[in-house]
């Protein structure tokens, strides 16, 4: 199965996916001003489609984590940015 998604969980692949990304944000995988996975390369690592990667990466520029840098990809925002973690 692919890395971490639960599909027995009931919680939607894009949530996962989002929580995962989110998670190794705020561990310090990807900084702020870093460029985190693109949408192809974290749906062959989840084996999820790209409409998958794609909600999730609105997920996290919802939540204040990252935004979109035309021609870049999407780019993580200053922590004081950030929404509270989910729990």
């Given at each position: 199965m692919p890395e971490d998604i639960d599909d027995s969980t009931g919680i939607p692949r894009y949530i996962?996916?989002?929580r995962i990304v989110e998670?190794?944000?705020r561990d310090g995988v990807w900084i702020p001003g870093s460029v985190v996975p693109s949408v192809n390369t974290l749906s062959q690592r989840f084996g999820v489609?790209?409409?998958?990667?794609?909600?999730a990466h609105a997920r996290l520029a919802e939540r204040g984590m990252v935004s979109?840098?035309?021609?870049?990809g999407m780019a993580v925002r200053p922590r004081k940015e950030w929404a509270a973690p989910e729990e």
């Open positions: 996962q996916v989002a998670h190794e944000i489609a790209r409409t998958t990667v794609q909600k979109a840098v035309p021609g870049v």
